[in-house]
């Protein structure tokens, strides 16, 4: 398996060791390390270096009735997983963990998403949600060869993770692996490879389309 060329980057990998990023933005930056070593590795450090400064820490004296708080707040708020747990993928896997995770249900017994699940975008580009809420919505994007996004710019970010085939845009090649930014200061239009692409978008924010054609789409489909 080649190994990715497009990470994404420190910022981000220091908020998702210290888990400050949402879930869907976490699942993107795992499943980007699940095909990275060299991230897995950065943040393992990021952690044991998190680790040893909270070990530096003075304790401080609790005040009364603390723990009786924490308790009843535990009780009542069970806090949805940010950070999903990270594992190498296996080799060949296009959903490798901790993206597999968030398919039960959805995968057959040799590992592939019926057609069934899939929603139409744009003639040869289908999604799959699998995340939505406030904070912006997570999706499997599947394109056959060729097939171009009308230029975009984004409201928020956007976290791209190619997991089969591959696309190109303005900005460079992406293929199995490779995490791609968006944010409100790119335009882009990307054009999947021949033999397609699979991909993982988290998208938080949401996306405008600035081209006409785009216009248009912009009213027909909701990203
Ligand atoms: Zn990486």
Redesign the pocket.
Known sequence: MNR?SH??GDTLLIDYAGGALCEGASLAVAT??AF?P??RHAVTEMEAIGGALLDDLEPEPLSDGCLEALMARLDHERPAPCRPAVKPSPEKSRYPEPLRSYLRGRLDGEGQIGEGGWRFLQPGMRCMDLLSGPNGTTRLIRMKGGVGVPQHTHGGIELTVVLEGGFSDEFGAFLPGDLAIGDPSLVHRPVSDPEGCLCLATTIGGLKLTGPLGRWFNRFVKF
């Open positions: 990715p990470h994404p980007h390390m990275c060299a991230c």
